[in-house]
């Protein structure tokens, strides 16, 4: 019975973090959450078979303050990266299966935003992984990050972009990998949770374990209440009073938007749209001003999206240590 590793792929605001603090309650699953390795190191630093190629990923990966975390042993790493096949993806697994080593747990896996970039060379590397990419209805998910965030991140025309760009990839990988990648509604998941997951765990080929449902094994997120966007909840519990909240949030014209340009796709994924009557100024609006102004950001968001696909996404500097901490 294959048990690879396990990644949880999707947007921020898309329910990634619950399903991480769930899978990590499993007995069997050692979780990291937010490294990003895929995204800040795959390919950035050449051919790891050269020693100094290896050494200044290495020496980056450890000052990257969300792998210091996992308090990783680069002597180790080394020793044991010298053994096998000088890839990143390998280099990426010594580091996730010391951390379950140390958990006690016989099998890793790792929540990072936007995995469904890699999804082929994961997949090509680790040929047993399973993907699990989360979807949330693109309004909520949007109105989840102006409460939590207190601002239009690149406005709505930004964030319709990264919503169909996710929603396609999520699509895309599903056909070509039915048996390994699967779709996860966060609705589906807010409302079922223990049914959901006992289809989770038979995907993952794991026993569905109640203990999943404690999240005792996101002890932060779970006594945190979460992180919801709408204010603290009792620990352990999920709720279902984030969803369809989005009518609260946004404005008409910002829901005619997303449902203007992103409707066939919410669709697809049962994201029914709402009616909306606007008035004659409100239309005027929308034609002259939200319009142009919101597909210029989607268009440009999409632009740097595919730059960074093609250059890579460097590590941010204030996420990096300075290297007299990091000795």
Same mark, same amino acid.
């Given at each position: 019975?294959?048990?690879?590793?396990?990644?949880?792929?999707?947007? =921020?605001?898309?329910?990634?973090?619950?399903?991480?603090?769930?899978?990590?309650?499993?007995?069997?699953?050692?979780?990291?959450?937010?490294?990003?390795?895929?995204?800040?190191?795959?390919?950035?630093?050449?051919?790891?078979?050269?020693?100094?190629?290896?050494?200044?990923?290495?020496?980056?990966?450890?000052?990257?303050?969300?792998?210091?975390?996992?308090?990783?042993?680069?002597?180790?790493?080394?020793?044991?990266?010298?053994?096998?096949?000088?890839?990143?993806?390998?280099?990426?697994?010594?580091? =996730?299966?010391?951390?379950?080593?140390?958990?006690?747990?016989?099998?890793?896996?790792?929540?990072?935003?936007?995995?469904?970039?890699?999804?082929?060379?994961?997949?090509?590397?680790?040929?047993?992984?399973?993907?699990?990419?989360?979807?949330?209805?693109?309004?909520?998910?949007?109105?989840?990050?102006?409460?939590?965030?207190?601002?239009?991140?690149?406005?709505?025309?930004?964030?319709?972009?990264?919503?169909?760009?996710?929603?396609?990839?999520?699509?895309?990988?599903?056909?070509?990998?039915?048996?390994?990648?699967?779709?996860?509604?966060?609705?589906?998941?807010?409302?079922?949770?223990?049914?959901?997951?006992?289809?989770?765990?038979?995907?993952?080929?794991?026993?569905?374990?109640?203990?999943?449902?404690?999240?005792?094994?996101?002890?932060?997120?779970?006594?945190?209440?979460?992180?919801?966007?709408?204010?603290?909840?009792?620990?352990?519990?999920?709720?279902?009073?984030?969803?369809?909240?989005?009518?609260?949030?946004?404005?008409?014209?910002?829901?005619?938007?997303?449902?203007?340009?992103?409707?066939?796709?919410?669709?697809?994924?049962?994201?029914?749209? =709402?009616?909306?009557?606007?008035?004659?100024?409100?239309?005027?609006?929308?034609?002259?001003?939200?319009?142009?102004?919101?597909?210029?950001?989607?268009?440009?968001?999409?632009?740097?999206?595919?730059?960074?696909?093609?250059?890579?996404?460097?590590?941010?500097?204030?996420?990096?240590?300075?290297?007299?901490?990091?000795?």
């Amino acid at each position: 019975m294959s048990r690879g590793p396990i990644f949880v792929a999707g947007l =921020e605001r898309s329910g990634t973090s619950l399903m991480f603090a769930l899978l990590a309650s499993h007995p069997n699953i050692a979780m990291t959450r937010r490294t990003n390795m895929w995204t800040y190191f795959y390919n950035q630093y050449g051919d790891l078979s050269q020693p100094d190629n290896f050494e200044r990923c290495l020496s980056m990966m450890m000052r990257y303050k969300r792998l210091v975390k996992l308090q990783p042993d680069p002597n180790r790493i080394r020793r044991e990266f010298r053994q096998g096949e000088a890839t990143y993806a390998r280099l990426f697994a010594l580091l =996730e299966e010391h951390y379950a080593e140390r958990l006690g747990k016989p099998r890793w896996g790792d929540k990072s935003l936007n995995t469904e970039r890699y999804a082929d060379p994961i997949f090509e590397a680790y040929p047993d992984a399973r993907i699990l990419h989360m979807m949330r209805d693109p309004r909520d998910r949007y109105a989840s990050v102006i409460k939590r965030w207190k601002y239009r991140r690149g406005g709505i025309g930004a964030g319709t972009a990264m919503w169909l760009s996710s929603a396609k990839l999520a699509q895309r990988h599903q056909r070509r990998y039915p048996d390994r990648y699967k779709i996860v509604r966060y609705e589906t998941l807010a409302f079922q949770p223990e049914k959901t997951l006992r289809e989770l765990c038979a995907f993952v080929n794991e026993a569905y374990s109640p203990a999943m449902l404690s999240m005792q094994g996101a002890k932060d997120f779970r006594d945190e209440g979460g992180n919801s966007s709408y204010g603290q909840r009792k620990p352990g519990v999920i709720s279902t009073k984030s969803i369809g909240r989005y009518s609260q949030v946004l404005t008409k014209r910002e829901i005619a938007f997303f449902q203007s340009y992103a409707g066939q796709e919410m669709l697809n994924f049962d994201y029914q749209p =709402e009616p909306i009557q606007l008035k004659f100024s409100e239309r005027l609006l929308f034609t002259c001003t939200d319009q142009p102004l919101n597909l210029a950001r989607l268009v440009g968001w999409r632009i740097l999206n595919a730059l960074g696909n093609l250059k890579g996404r460097p590590l941010p500097s204030y996420r990096i240590v300075s290297e007299a901490s990091s000795t």
